[in-house]
């Protein structure tokens, strides 16, 4: 665990805040590389990226802290979060997606090609966040006695021997970004490589959850419930959008 990436006497830059700010740079230059590839306009797409990286960001923050209420209800102050405290959900940002709706009809972006570019920053950000979580120590896997396995802490502190969940879900997101650039070609209609990422990404999610040391009702996690309605969601819109084109 290196919670802090940079000390240097009363400096310390925590390494969770780091992997968030190179996700965010990442996932945004991503972006604009795969909409100028389909076309985009350069300025009009950039100003569109760089507005909605707020709503996507406290959209990330606002679904983590609503899954933790109870304890955030009574430690308000952590609500903004300082130092190694972070937490975010990643499907949160995705309410950036009918927010961008009204922005992308003023900037004259195509909604369904600007989501396409958009899955190539998605996939870039989730990436280096969830090194950024590895780093931190949260987001921690099940004890494990597997050579595989990592010196982790849990919620509480107490180190053990646990699945890397982080970097599963890290490779994850690596691995599809790849497979979208190869893809991108051959995607029947516009939006179709957005819809795809997210069901492939949240089928996976699903998967890895099942190694993630957390709170379960029903025996599934909130990530598991939430990845199931994606993945639903998603094939239901493929398929009616292959249907009609």
């Not at 350069?42 to 960001?57: K, Y």
């Not at 890397?164 to 970004?177: N, R, Y």
């Not at 089928?203 to 957390?214: K, L, M, S, T, Y």
């Amino acid at each position: 665990m290196r919670p802090q990436l940079v000390t240097w006497r009363a400096i310390h830059i925590p390494s969770y805040v780091v992997m968030l700010y190179l996700g965010l740079v990442a996932g945004a230059y991503t972006a604009y590389a795969a909409g100028r590839a389909e076309g985009l306009s350069g300025e009009t797409f950039a100003a569109a990226i760089l507005v909605l990286l707020v709503p996507s960001v406290l959209g990330a923050r606002l679904a983590f802290v609503v899954s933790r209420w109870p304890v955030f209800r009574l430690e308000p102050r952590r609500i903004v979060p300082w130092g190694r405290e972070g937490g975010a959900v990643a499907y949160g940002a995705l309410v950036s997606v009918p927010v961008s709706a009204p922005l992308l009809v003023a900037l004259g972006l195509p909604f369904a090609a600007f989501w396409d570019a958009g899955a190539f920053g998605f996939l870039a950000a989730i990436t280096c966040l969830r090194i950024g979580c590895f780093l931190n120590g949260c987001c921690c896997g099940r004890e494990t006695t597997s050579r595989f396995g990592c010196e982790r802490p849990d919620a509480a502190g107490a180190v053990a021997r646990r699945i890397p969940t982080q970097l599963l879900e890290a490779g994850l997101g690596a691995a599809l970004l790849l497979a979208a650039a190869v893809a991108a070609p051959r995607m029947p209609f516009a939006g179709a490589l957005f819809l795809t990422a997210l069901a492939v990404y949240a089928a996976g999610r699903f998967f890895i959850d099942f190694a993630r040391d957390a709170p379960r009702k029903q025996g599934l996690t909130v990530g598991q419930r939430w990845s199931a309605g994606f993945v639903l969601l998603s094939m239901a819109v493929l398929v009616v959008g292959t249907w009609v084109g």
